[in-house]
T-cell receptor, first 112, second 109 residues
């Protein structure tokens, strides 16, 4: 059964550095999402992407964040200048129809 | 604003006991409600959605619009049900999910 994959599984970076989190959605899916979960808190929506553009974004998704689908298979989340509070688990999800979003295993981002 | 509340952080039961994981929501329109489950070291996966009205792994959930609730129930818990359970809401279509904080279910032998 096809699955959403994410790399790396764990990323450690210094404050102020740029990070790129990568996701490969399920191949025939059309809608893509990033969520994050700070330790001990709820899963929060960041951004959704459809037809090569952002369809919705949350207040968390400020100018430091960007998303891209560079080659028709990867879906990336870039954080330009990481802060300590960006430390979290980042989940990618994709969806084709019928409301079911399929989640990746997550990337744990640690900002030191 | 939409909100999902799961009042219990942890629910601990014995095998064979009934389980009810509570979920209340706040939304002005007609929401779509879901239960997602995350087993240890695995990814979030969809367990139930209210529009399909199906029973998965013995779990059921009924949307009560009057009480704005979508509680998850199982008559006889099994050890393999131990996991983190998240209630989630979507406004429509392919819209984003708003999650509750989750309830950890621990089923002891």
């Amino acid at each position: 059964e096809p699955e959403v994959t994410q790399t790396p599984s764990h990323q450690v970076t210094q404050m102020g550095q740029e990070v790129i989190l990568r996701c490969v959605p399920i191949s025939n899916h059309l809608y893509f999402y990033w969520y994050r979960q700070i330790l001990g808190q709820k899963v929060e929506f960041l951004v959704s992407f459809y037809n090569n553009e952002i369809s919705e974004k949350s207040e968390i998704f400020d100018d430091q964040f960007s998303v891209e689908r560079p080659d028709g298979s990867n879906f990336t989340l870039k954080i330009r200048s990481t802060k300590l509070e960006d430390s979290a688990m980042y989940f990618c999800a994709s969806c084709r129809s019928s409301y079911e979003q399929y989640f990746g295993p997550g990337t744990r981002l640690t900002v030191t | 604003a939409q909100r999902v509340t799961q009042p219990e952080k942890l629910l601990s039961v014995f095998k064979g006991a009934p389980v009810e994981l509570k979920c209340n929501y706040s939304y002005s329109g007609s929401p779509e409600l879901f239960w997602y489950v995350q087993y240890s070291r695995q990814r979030l996966q969809l367990l139930l959605r209210h529009i399909s009205r199906e029973s998965i792994k013995g779990f059921t959930a009924d949307l009560n619009k009057g009480e704005t609730s979508f509680h998850l129930k199982k008559p006889f818990a099994q050890e393999e049900d131990s996991a983190m359970y998240y209630c989630a809401l979507s406004s429509s279509g392919y819209s984003t999910l708003t999650f509750g904080k989750g309830t950890m279910l621990l089923v002891s032998p």
